[in-house]
């Protein structure tokens, strides 16, 4: 199923000036005006499989998604912004699934611990209750992880 850009602006509950796959640096602006406050927080790169030199991670407090502020963890791997982890309310889980599926179509893995949609970079983790929106740069280990083949 294609999904155009225009459809994926108009559906993806992700803040669309965040660029995925920028570095910090140009997502700071959005992130000041997003995020009631903020934690950057470096990490040790082994921490993260995406990262080889740094693995940076900003906690937005108060992001605004599906009409609540979330916090939301805005991952950078090697200066670039890999993926954002929004935590929701375990009992909201459904609702996101199914308002995913009426966004993106079917979802392409679905399992107990999550649901996907790889054209849309998209996912609902289940065992810790978030969404997920990952760069294409991530895609290949998210989408392994999903299919059953990644770590």
Known sequence: MLI?????????PLEPDVALGASEQ????ALSRICESQTRRTLDPAQLPLAQSSHVQID???????????????V???GSLTHVWIL?????????????????GPADARAEGFSAWYEARAA???DVPEALYYS????????????????
Do not use: I
């Open 4 to 12: 155009s850009l225009l459809t994926l602006a108009l559906t993806l």
């Open 26 to 29: 140009v997502n700071a602006p």
């Open 60 to 74: 937005c407090q108060g992001y605004a998604f599906l009409g609540a502020p979330r916090l939301a963890e805005f």
């Open 76 to 78: 950078f791997a090697d």
């Open 88 to 104: 929701v309310e375990a009992t909201e889980l459904d609702a996101l699934e199914t308002q995913f599926d009426a966004a993106y």
């Open 124 to 126: 609902v983790r289940k």
């Open 136 to 151: 294409t740069q991530a895609a290949p280990l998210f989408e392994a992880w999903f299919s059953g083949q990644g770590g």
